[in-house]
């Protein structure tokens, strides 16, 4: 479970792109009428975006020792491209040369390939490559048939509360400030008795009057999963598109062989120890 959360991360920032401002109306709301304004007003936005690249960091605490993983998210238009690496794999007990390996996604809204190392370049489904995206468009994002059941403060902001009446997201709640459309809360669906429940905080502009989160925490009912950071965006920075080339990456990391052995060696180590 935690580590379809700490993917879901990246997917989870991304979708955040579709969201935008508008002034909510005095008159009583309505999931229809709520879900239109916010789909024109997240296409608005979109519009002006040409391409866009954001950097963050994202802590998981574990046993072990927590560990980080960094990613450097691009956009423009339906392509995109994500590279993932890690930090404290010695903390985390795997060995120390995996900090060097970096994980690269690559999609065009049809195709999409994950590259690196270990495994070389292997196309993967859509479906598997919208979850290091994420959803950059209302209509993927919103559910279909939703309803307002109420109004909580979160982050000192009024926010909408919106009880999810199909399967089409995969939350069951979903909080919605109400003057700028901002999500600001989620909760999944209960798995094994537990909701993950994901927080979005510390919003910034970054475009005209459209907002990002900057901090998202992560938890599985009162554990805290991850907690991710965006370290910094660049909007209409004139993306090359050779950086959504497939066929243009380079990738270095570990010696396999070495690093084989190396887990063998503290494969052997662990054993050791527990036969004492």
């Given at each position: 479970m935690k580590k379809s959360l700490m993917f879901d991360a990246a997917a989870v920032l991304a979708l955040l792109v579709c969201l935008a401002i508008l002034p909510v109306s005095g008159s009583a709301e309505t999931w229809e009428s709520l879900s239109k304004r916010m789909i024109e007003s997240c296409t608005k936005y979109t519009q002006g975006i040409k391409d866009i690249a954001w950097t963050m960091e994202m802590e998981v605490p574990s046993s072990e020792g927590s560990f980080k993983t960094t990613s450097v998210l691009y956009g423009k238009g339906k392509r995109f491209r994500v590279e993932v690496s890690m930090e404290g794999m010695e903390e985390a007990g795997l060995p120390a040369e995996m900090a060097g390996m970096k994980t690269i996604v690559i999609g065009d809204g049809t195709n999409a390939w994950i590259v690196n190392p270990m495994m070389g370049k292997?196309?993967?489904?859509?479906?598997?490559?919208?979850?290091?995206?994420?959803?950059?468009?209302?209509?993927?994002?919103?559910?279909?048939?939703?309803?307002?059941i109420g109004s909580e403060k979160i982050g000192g902001r009024e926010c909408y509360v919106l009880s999810v009446l199909d399967n089409s997201s995969d939350f069951s709640k979903i909080w919605i400030d109400q003057k700028s459309f901002n999500l600001m809360k989620m909760e999944?669906?209960?798995?094994?008795?537990?909701?993950?429940?994901?927080?979005?905080?510390d919003h910034r502009k970054v475009l005209g009057d459209f907002e990002m989160p900057f901090r998202t925490e992560m938890y599985s009912g009162k554990d805290l999963i991850s907690t991710?950071?965006?370290?910094?965006?660049?909007?209409?920075?004139?993306?090359?598109?050779?950086?959504?080339?497939?066929?243009?990456?380079?990738?270095?990391?570990?010696?396999?062989?070495?690093?084989m052995d190396q887990m063998k060696k503290m494969k052997e180590k662990l054993e050791e120890d527990g036969n004492e």
């Open positions: 292997s196309e993967i489904s859509a479906e598997e490559g919208a979850k290091y995206r994420g959803q950059w468009s209302c209509s993927d994002y919103l559910p279909v048939s939703a309803e307002i999944g669906k209960p798995q094994e008795g537990v909701a993950s429940v994901i927080l979005l905080s991710t950071v965006v370290r910094s965006v660049e909007v209409n920075k004139g993306l090359a598109d050779d950086l959504f080339d497939p066929d243009k990456i380079k990738t270095s990391g570990p010696d396999m062989k070495d690093m």
